[in-house]
Antibody, heavy 119, light 108 residues
Framework: QITLKESGPMLVKPTQTLTLTCTFS??????????VGWIRQPPGKALEWLAH???????RYSPALKSRLTITKDTSKNEVVLIMTNTDSADTATYYC???????????WGQGTLVTVSS | DIQMTQSPSSLSASVGDRVTITCQAS??????LNWYQHKPGKAPKLLIY?????ERGVPSRFSGSGSGSGTHFTFTISSLQPEDIATYYC????????FGQGTKLEIK
């Protein structure tokens, strides 16, 4: 069974950099085809895919946010980190860490962490 | 970018009703379409993948289909149960990943 858990600040100020960490178990990002990433949901809005990183280090980003996102992995710690620069109020959302199965479907999700961007 | 348009955006139905949600892709996405259930305060849950395949453990009252065009898809609950109250999302993976705007399902 795969479990994922998000951690990071609950509140960041506009223009600051947001760093979120996903700690997972039940999978290894050294295993072929394994992939972990991030999806967010602003209050009252739809789900939005942000980024993914694969076992081989390949990365995919949302075109709309690509210039502001960086995703990295630490296989020794079973962690994936998402960095979002130059935040503003539109980045207020619940951020979910997810497992991407066969580059197709998100079959395991963390519980999510609410991040508020406000001065 | 591929846009996914769901309808209706909200729906009220009675227990036992048959409920149908549609999802329209802005271009042909083949069979690369999944459906999720999202209850307040919980993580979204994968229900159906590749248009019509039921995820393990998901009740058989949930089903999905496609028109064959690669752009029009349908999600159905054959007999609505109280625990099905949630928001439902379609998601394409033909080109990166995009979700529909969601359909909020309520009990009448």
């Amino acid at each position: 069974q795969i479990t994922l858990k998000e951690s990071g600040p609950m509140l960041v100020k506009p223009t600051q950099t947001l760093t979120l960490t996903c700690t997972f178990s039940g999978l290894s990002l050294t295993t072929s085809e394994a992939s972990v990433g991030w999806i967010r949901q602003p209050p009252g809005k739809a789900l939005e895919w942000l980024a993914h990183i694969y076992w081989d280090g390949d990365k995919r980003y949302s075109p709309a946010l690509k210039s502001r996102l960086t995703i990295t992995k630490d296989t020794s710690k079973n962690e994936v980190v998402l960095i979002m620069t130059n935040t503003d109020s539109a980045d207020t959302a619940t951020y979910y860490c997810v497992h991407l199965f066969e580059a197709a479907r998100f079959n395991f999700w963390g519980q999510g962490t609410l991040v508020t961007v406000s001065s | 970018d591929i846009q996914m348009t769901q309808s209706p955006s909200s729906l009220s139905a009675s227990v036992g009703d048959r409920v149908t949600i549609t999802c329209q892709a802005s271009q042909d996405i083949n069979h690369y379409l999944n459906w999720y259930q999202h209850k307040p305060g919980k993580a979204p849950k994968l229900l159906i993948y590749d248009v019509s395949h039921l995820e393990r453990g998901v009740p058989s009252r949930f089903s999905g289909s496609g028109s064959g065009s690669g752009t029009h898809f349908t999600f159905t609950i054959s007999s609505l149960q109280p625990e099905d109250i949630a928001t439902y999302y379609c998601q394409q993976y033909n080109n990166l990943y995009t979700f529909g705007q969601g359909t909020k399902l309520e009990i009448k």
